[in-house]
T-cell receptor, first 113, second 113 residues
Framework: EPEVTQTPSHQVTQMGQEVILRCVPISNHLYFYWYRQILGQKVEFLVSFYNNEISEKSEIFDDQFSVERPDGSNFTLKIRSTKLEDSAMYFC???????????FGPGTRLTVT | GDSVTQMEGPVTLSEEAFLTINCTYTATGYPSLFWYVQYPGEGLQLLLKATKADDKGSNKGFEATYRKETTSFHLEKGSVQVSDSAVYFCALSGSDSWGKLQFGAGTQVVVTP
């Protein structure tokens, strides 16, 4: 069964450093998403991406965040200068289109020290 | 804005007990409603969904009915197993969104033998 993959599974970084979280969505999917889950809190929407541009973003997704689909298979989330409060589990998801099922990756745990 | 409220956990049950997890929502228009499950150390998996009022979603013995009059989508299972131990998330996708999911806080379910 096709699946969404994410790397790395765990990333530790120092405050102020840049991190790139990587996702490989399911190959024929068209819509891509990033969510995050701070420990003990709810899963929060960050951004959606379609046709090589951001279609929607939340208030959390400020200028420190960016997304890219550099090569037609990878979908990346970059945090330019990490803060302690960016520590969370980050989930990538994709859907084929419309109101289809969102398939989630296993997540990347980001720890900012 | 759209929001989802679900009962707090943890919910601890014995095997073969009846499970109910309450979920209510606030949304404009006609959202789609979902239950996702997260097993320990894994990503989010779609458990069931309903896209219009009075629809019943079902999967693996779990059921939930989209009740527009009470803005609810309660999850039920008649006889739980130890393997059902997980965190369950209620979520909605607004009728005017790009598929973005709004999640509830999640309810941890622990089933003991």
């Amino acid at each position: 069964e096709p699946e969404v993959t994410q790397t790395p599974s765990h990333q530790v970084t120092q405050m102020g450093q840049e991190v790139i979280l990587r996702c490989v969505p399911i190959s024929n999917h068209l819509y891509f998403y990033w969510y995050r889950q701070i420990l003990g809190q709810k899963v929060e929407f960050l951004v959606s991406f379609y046709n090589n541009e951001i279609s929607e973003k939340s208030e959390i997704f400020d200028d420190q965040f960016s997304v890219e689909r550099p090569d037609g298979s990878n979908f990346t989330l970059k945090i330019r200068s990490t803060k302690l409060e960016d520590s969370a589990m980050y989930f990538c998801a994709s859907i084929a289109g419309g109101k289809g099922e969102q398939y989630f990756g296993p997540g990347t745990r980001l720890t900012v020290t | 804005g759209d929001s989802v409220t679900q009962m707090e956990g943890p919910v601890t049950l014995s095997e073969e007990a009846f499970l109910t997890i309450n979920c209510t929502y606030t949304a404009t228009g006609y959202p789609s409603l979902f239950w996702y499950v997260q097993y320990p150390g894994e990503g989010l998996q779609l458990l069931l969904k309903a896209t219009k009022a009075d629809d019943k979603g079902s999967n693996k013995g779990f059921e939930a009915t989209y009740r527009k009059e009470t803005t609810s989508f309660h999850l039920e299972k008649g006889s739980v197993q130890v393997s059902d131990s997980a965190v369950y998330f209620c979520a909605l996708s607004g009728s005017d969104s790009w598929g973005k999911l709004q999640f509830g806080a999640g309810t941890q379910v622990v089933v003991t033998p």
